[in-house]
C-alpha cells in the first residue's frame, strides 16, 4: 500500500498498486507547478486504485492544460497529484510517505532547464519529450 499526503495533513491518499513512468520534467510549466527544479512525478499503473481517505474536500486544482489539471491543498498549498479529466492520473512523489517503489527514470525538457538546475544520476536526459534527442551533461 502506497500511502501519502499534504503538509498541514488535511489530504491524505492510499494507493492499492504501484506507481510507473517516473519521470522529473524541467520545463518552465513544472517548474512553477512543482517550485522546483522539476517535477518529480510518477503515473498511477494500470489496475491500481487511488484512494482519498481524508480532506477531499480540500481538494483543490488548476487546470494547466486541456482536461489537464494539477491538484493541490486548498489549505496548505501542497501539490499532491495530476488529474487528467478529474480522474487521478499520477502523483507528486514528493507528497508520497517513504519508498514510492520507483525512481526517476527520465529527465525531460532538459533543453528549458532552469540556469540553476545540476541535474545528477544516470537517467536518461531528453532535450524534450521522450521522442527528441537525448543530451549528456
Ligand atoms: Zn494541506
Ligand atoms: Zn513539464
Redesign the pocket.
Known sequence: MITG???????SFEIAGSLQKARACHCSKCRKVFSGASSAYAELSPGSNFKWIA?KE?LSTYSTEGEWSVGF??????TLCGLFRDEVHGLTLGCVDGDPGVEIEMHLFVGSKAPWDHIGGNAPQFIENTDSETTRT
Do not use: Q, R, V
Request: charged share 5%; hydrophobic share 15%; with cysteine.
Open positions: 499526503g499534504c503538509i498541514c495533513g488535511k489530504l480532506g480540500h491543498c486548498g489549505n496548505c498549498g501542497s
